[in-house]
């Protein structure tokens, strides 16, 4: 058996959000609404004398995976799988961060709660300057609801009770750090209008609706997207853009049915989670096994 | 189609917990831990003009779930099915409960987000003094820490990163209600010293050992749960007794490899879901499906 442990880390596509930044990277974050997707990352993490992270085996520098390395205390080789477009609006960055985190802490019996290693790969997130809301959306799945910003401590969540069929479609890319680095005080407005409707009517109808007008009332609609969701909802049904991609999302069979080719996948209910077969599961909890170690 | 609405909820096996009474139901309920179970009840709700609940096709009284569908304001009849054994320490009633508002939020069109089902559900199992801690640890899946009690409005949870195997193996019958009915003062003294001694090093392992010195302390062992729990130890395993039932849970192969012929399982990570095809996903999502209603 290799030395190594797997997490898998679902997608995560923000509805809408609002910016909250304080002087703590635990208590920065968003409040919002997104989906988090069947499509998602595995994340390998096996021990090593230097870090290295391999994105579908091209090695890159993402910010957040080594911050919480770094925070951690380990040097690792960290392989991320998926099928995912990068720098489309799914969370891959917070993906990689946070399956970086639980698969560490599965290797190296790290003696770490899913509160602290969610908080651990937040908080490099932040730092980074890659995203706001992906990881805490990430950990708990399903259709959530940020109502308030920052890690597990700092937030509190919520979600709706569905988990409905989405397909998307990636037209480009889009560089979260600018929109996210930039004067967010319209965006957050628009924000903190589109939660409130779906907390005061929690339903994937009314979901829908705050994003679209989110997106519309923030000004990060581009005319690609915007034509797409046009086409989307001429043809009856429900699209909005994944902040932050060039991405449009529909439920359903909206964009199948407004005659695009998407990706299909669903809402995923579980979250981030350490995978079967992991270190921890072979070794320490089946104590007659060989483990060959 | 049939006009219903289906729900899965993982059973939930405490291993430790410490009561909390107020005069609010929502705020009423237990700290401690447990594990959530990928063997769980798979629960059907069907509009009806008057309620009847079912579980493995025989017709029962669940003052849990009656509670639910009287809060909600709806007649139903509810159909359980599942393969855990009955009053032994499984959170049956509270997975009934939980499945019922999820599946009538679904099939209603209710227009209740997760933590405001999970607290009628919630509310309901502490009315009905079937049990404490079940609903909330159901809602959310994996190995679940209950820091604070109550609904989700008053609670705090967090988690275990792990997944293992369960083995779990039931003796006969235990009257929950006869318990935390009664005084619960030792109990929860000891229910308050495990929960922190798991917080202090969130390991699988630890989890064990703190469950069986809970179990030791609180004076609810019985001879025959003992017997077995030492067979497993003899063994090299780690087993506990569930809360409450006359049932021992053990990781990886702990009761095999003692030599007995247990159910197997795994740590559900997912939490209570509304499952796939029900009548939210088949109708109001697809819009352009016909849907034969």
Redesign the interface.
Known sequence: MTDEAKAFVPGHVTGFFAVERTDDPTTTGSRGGGLTLSDGVTVTVRPDTETEILLDDVSVDIGAVEGVLEALGIEATVIGETDLPLGSGFGVSGAMALGTA?AA??EF?L???????TTVAHGAEVQAGTGLGDVVAQAR??MV?RLEAGG?RANEL????????VEYLTLGELDTSDVIGGDTERLSAAGDDALSRV?E?????RFMYASRRFAREAGLLTPDVKDVIMDVTE????ASMAMLGETVFA???GLS?AGYDPHVC?VD???A??L?GSH??QA??????SDGK
């Not at 003696?111 to 290693?117: N, R």
């Not at 919520?158 to 069929?165: E, S, Y």
């Not at 320490?284 to 096994?289: G, S, T, V």
């Open positions: 639980l802490t599965d019996d003696e770490l709660s899913m509160a602290e290693l799945g399903g609801l597990p919520d979600g709706l009770p569905a988990r409905p069929r907390v009517q929690p339903t994937v109808e043809a009856g049904g429900e439920l359903g069979t049915d669903r209910p579980t979250g989670t350490v079967g921890r599961d320490e909890l089946q104590p007659h096994a």
